[in-house]
């Protein structure tokens, strides 16, 4: 009877234990899920209708087309037969198991930052989803670059192994928006000019952060004279991250994808704590003088084409004064991403329109409709040239052949 | 005096409504549809009736769960069109259905018949197939799934009237080629890969010359039955 009695209670501790382990284990996959959204590896390793993390979606670059992995917990094609050491040495060290090198398109030298506790995490969740059969893909890269011995260049140039390192002179907030920007955001893999996707060669030509085969610009973050927050209040930081638009100003292309996949699960406190860093790391710096490339007399004709095609065409939605109606038709005067010294993102903007992604916060964007097939190229450098002059915007005149050049740009 | 207080109130009521709309209007875009999709329209029409252009489709009327399943194909890139695929590429699959609900609830009325470029003969034989099919080449009539009055059945099969031929034979060689494709099972490619060049004129042609029936709206759902299964129609 008492022997009973005990091994009941026994049967009963037992079962509390798993159940707590249990708890604990969900909560670790959970937390797990949420790193691997503040990571965005949906945006690679998931292809359009394809399963979640099967892989096999294209990368272009401009050495060939890399297809990512499989990272499902199926043994024999995905990550089914990996241990969390494996795990936290591919996202820490940019290594396969065996040791074999990663292409660096696998932001590596951002998560190198990413503590071993989160990597775990992020591991528990991958190992909870549902495995997938399906073998990855060959990737397509041209000679010599079919050859992952020459990773080892790139990684003696730009490859800085290491978890992230706080700053004690920062407040905790301003460290751990540091360490999602700089580690699981791999924010600088785009707003850098060296870009980890194509290198250096054809950033050089249009200087900043041009991403190779996109042909969208992605701007500095610490100057004021491109994306820099210093000026924006943390609220429109936030509203910016979090739903896609703000007073100041809207995410579009790429930056688009970013918000939709990844920033706007990101919790109040998180995004504040990015917003905080953003705000902190922009260098003031004082406005260039406006130079040109174009002669006066041309970019003069261009800027009163240009007002007449803009009341004609966008007024409607920008405004007169280009106050527009924010946060939904945003702002054009004072609006930073308009007067960059690169006019590739207004230009592709009015040639290709567009809608900020649907987000939890503004489920039901508004949108922007392609002009490409209604302005020709001058009509559309002169309406480029005139928003980023009027209303005391800094920007300089763009060409007709620069609007030309851009009808190309791959819209995917 | 009794009497004219609801009408004061009812006054009341109406102006700061107005004042609100008005205030509204002011600094925020109309909070409708018509002003969520303005990006849509210098091609399609402001009401989705179409445009100049004879390959930018007529939207208003269609079935919603037709253009949905479109919208849905658009954004994942099953069916190409860059400037579309484009667009849709951020937005969330409540936010479409509403957009095709928008548009299958307009209804502009369709388009003069357009006077056709082609003989006697070609549009008899575009006649011939789209009423009668060609039994001996596999060919279904297209009224046998299109309907009688050919003006399609909800949810999933669209109308073929107010259509441009250029519009209509370009969406059957895509599905022949294979750049677009409905959900499985696939039928209309089934339809379309038994077409030749020349049916596919004959037919695109006679659909352009059909003037509006007095009725142009699809029929309910499961009105007749299909003589084989289309993934986009559920039984």
């Given amino acids: 009877m008492g022997s009973k009695l005990s091994i009941t209670l026994l049967a009963l501790a037992a079962l509390t234990t798993a159940a707590q382990a249990q708890d604990k284990n969900s909560d670790v996959v959970a937390r797990g899920e949420y790193l691997a959204r503040a990571g965005d590896c949906t945006a690679c390793h998931t292809a359009a209708e394809g399963h979640l993390f099967a892989g096999g979606r294209a990368m272009p670059t401009p050495f060939g087309t890399l297809y990512t992995s499989n990272i499902t917990p199926d043994p024999a094609t995905g990550i089914g037969k990996w241990s969390a050491d494996d795990f936290y040495k591919t996202m820490h060290s ?16 951002s998560y190198t930052k990413v503590t071993r506790a989160d990597s775990d995490a992020i591991f528990a969740y991958l190992r909870s989803i549902p495995p997938v059969i399906q073998k990855n893909k060959p990737h397509e890269l041209r000679f010599p670059y079919d050859n992952r011995q020459l990773i080892l260049g790139w990684r003696t140039l730009y490859f800085r192994e290491g978890e992230f390192k706080p700053d004690p002179a920062k407040s905790a907030e301003w460290n751990r928006g540091a360490y999602l920007v ?12 060296i870009n980890a996707l194509g290198g250096t060669s054809q950033s050089d030509a249009f200087k900043g952060g041009l991403i190779p085969m996109q042909n969208w610009y992605a701007p500095s973050l610490t100057s004021n004279r491109e994306a820099g927050l210093g000026d924006w209040s943390i609220k429109d930081i936030t509203d910016l991250l979090q739903t896609g638009v703000s007073m ?12 939709h996949n990844s920033l706007q699960y990101l919790d109040d406190a998180d995004t504040r704590a990015m917003a905080v860093y953003l705000k902190g790391i922009s260098e003031p710096s004082p406005p260039p003088p406006p130079s040109s490339t174009l002669p006066t007399t041309e970019s003069s004709l261009l800027i009163s084409l240009g007002k007449s095609v803009y009341d004609k065409s966008c007024a409607s939605c920008h405004g007169t004064q280009g106050e527009g109606k924010p946060p939904h038709w945003p702002p054009l005067a004072n ?11 207004p230009i592709r903007m009015v040639l290709n329109g567009g809608y900020p992604p649907g987000t939890k916060g503004n489920p039901m964007p508004y949108g922007m409709p392609p002009f490409a097939g209604l302005l020709s190229d001058n009509e559309v450098a002169a309406v480029v040239s005139y928003i980023r002059t009027a209303w005391g915007n800094r920007g300089t005149p763009v060409s007709a052949r620069e609007a030309n050049e851009l009808r190309s740009a791959p819209l995917h | 005096m009794f009497a004219r207080y609801p009408a004061l109130a009812f006054a009341i009521a109406t102006l700061a409504a107005m004042d609100g709309a008005a205030a509204q209007t002011a600094n925020q875009p109309p909070d409708t549809m018509a002003a969520r999709v303005e990006a849509c329209t210098p091609c399609h029409g402001n009401k ?79 006649e011939l197939l789209a009423t009668s099919g060609d ?29 441009r031929a250029a519009y209509v034979s370009a969406q059957l060689g895509a599905w022949r080629y294979g750049n677009r494709t409905a959900k499985a099972p696939d039928c209309m490619q089934l339809v379309a890969g038994h077409l030749t060049e020349a049916d596919v004129t004959a037919v695109a042609a006679w659909l352009a010359t059909r003037p509006a029936p007095a009725n142009p709206a699809p029929v309910p759902k499961g009105t007749y039955a299909l003589p084989f299964g289309c993934g986009s129609q559920p039984n």
């Fill in chain 1, 248 to 259: 100041r100003g809207v995410v579009y292309g790429p930056m688009a994808e970013v918000v």
């Fill in chain 2, 135 to 163: 039994a001996d080449r596999s060919i279904p009539a297209c009224v046998s799934c299109h309907g009688p009055g050919l003006t399609g059945m909800q949810p999933g099969i669209p109308g073929l009237l107010g259509l």
């Fill in chain 1, 335 to 345: 609006n930073q991403s308009i007067e960059m010294q690169s006019a590739v993102n």
């Fill in chain 1, 94 to 109: 940019g290594r396969f198991p065996d040791g074999g090198l990663i292409y660096p398109a696998m932001p590596f030298a």
């Fill in chain 1, 182 to 193: 700089e580690g699981l955001g791999h924010c600088s893999m785009c707003h850098s000019p």
């Fill in chain 2, 48 to 126: 989705g009736e179409g445009t100049n252009d004879v390959y930018f489709p007529r939207l208003a009327g269609k079935p919603a769960g037709y253009l949905y399943n479109q919208l849905l194909a658009f954004r994942s890139g099953r069916r190409k069109y860059p400037p579309m695929n484009y667009l849709l590429e951020f937005l969330p699959d409540p936010y479409l259905e509403a957009m095709a609900a928008y548009f299958a609830s307009e209804h502009p009325p369709l388009p003069q018949p357009a006077p056709s470029e082609v003989s006697k003969e070609v549009l008899a034989q575009g």
